[in-house]
């Protein structure tokens, strides 16, 4: 898959994204308010998404609207898996399903979870990383390491 600009977003979840939260008569949301911005009311839809792209998908602040986008999504989707999870599990199936997708993360890692019935069976690529150090990355944010511990231990 191909990831673009600074925030690494799939350009084909990104086009989902555009169709679902720009391109929809209907939607009213701060990420359409930002990428249509200065366009003209009757602009194609052509000029929306490159209007969309170069803001959101290329852009610093645009990025962080699309993120939140997806993350909003998560939380949705995720909603069954996070029942009964700490704030540092649902951090880390909310980051697994903004790096892998919908897709890849229900073939690969939810199918696992339903059957294991717990989060902590977590592999690299899922999110693992941050859910097993979480304990050192809070002390490091809490300034209780003079340097900070390798995260791999």
């Not at 929306?48 to 989707?77: F, I, N, P, Q, S």
């Not at 909603?79 to 700490?86: H, I, V």
């Amino acid at each position: 898959m191909w990831d673009i600009g600074p925030y690494n977003i799939n350009v084909a979840y990104g086009y989902e994204i555009f169709a679902k939260r720009v391109l929809n008569p209907q939607a009213q949301n701060p990420l359409k308010d930002f990428a249509l911005k200065g366009l003209s009311a009757d602009a194609t839809d052509e000029e929306k998404w490159t209007a969309y792209r170069d803001k959101c998908l290329l852009g610093r602040k645009g990025g962080a609207y699309v993120t939140a986008a997806v993350l909003e999504e998560g939380k949705k989707r995720l909603a069954p898996y996070m029942r009964g999870s700490s704030p540092e599990e649902q951090a880390a199936l909310l980051v697994t399903y903004f790096k892998q997708g919908w897709g890849k993360m229900k073939k690969n890692y939810l199918t696992r979870l339903k059957d294991a019935g717990k989060l902590s069976d977590m592999r690299p690529g899922e999110g693992a990383i941050l859910f097993n150090n979480m304990h050192n990355i809070q002390r490091v944010l809490q300034g209780k390491f003079s340097r900070p511990p390798h995260i791999m231990e």
